[in-house]
């Protein structure tokens, strides 16, 4: 339609931004091999010095050093969304226009209205989004 107006991409990660917070969506920065590393470390050098028992003090020492190096690799969806650089942010648009196409990209009360009123559009929404983190950012996306 000639002279209406389309989302722009700071709009749509309004939108996008919502969305992950109703669904309380979080990135994983993929760091549990780290974590694991770690804990195996700490029951082999607990079984070299402790023998068998060596091996629980270990595994549990090494266990809580993983968990402490790995903590805060999780970060909220909404919060990754905000600090998306204008060039990221038209990219996401981009994304988002071309799985969902243009129904609904008119303007934000029509996307405001679609995802309150169809789920199935709103799933696409949330998938367009999680594929966009997981293949331009390099990140995954858990609920």
């Given amino acids: 339609m000639a002279g209406t107006v ?6 749509l990660v309004d939108v996008l931004a919502k969305l992950a ?6 990135v994983s920065v993929k760091q549990s091999v780290k974590g694991g590393v770690i804990a195996g470390t700490g029951a082999t050098v607990g079984g070299l010095l ?7 003090v270990g595994a ?16 909220s969806v909404c919060s990754i969304l905000q600090e998306l650089t204008p060039i990221e942010k038209e990219k996401l ?17 029509a996307v405001g209205v679609l995802i309150a009123t169809d789920q199935v559009y709103k799933q696409q929404m949330i998938g367009a989004m999680m594929e966009y983190f997981r293949d331009e950012l390099q990140m995954e996306v858990v609920e």
């Fill in 6 to 11: 389309r989302i722009s991409p700071d709009d």
């Fill in 21 to 26: 917070k109703d669904g309380n969506l979080q």
């Fill in 50 to 56: 402790g023998g068998p028992v060596g091996i629980a």
């Fill in 60 to 75: 549990t020492i090494g266990g809580l050093i993983g968990a402490y190096t790995t903590s805060g690799t999780f970060k």
């Fill in 93 to 109: 648009h981009r994304s988002i226009t071309m799985a969902l196409g243009d129904v609904g990209m008119l303007d934000v009360a």
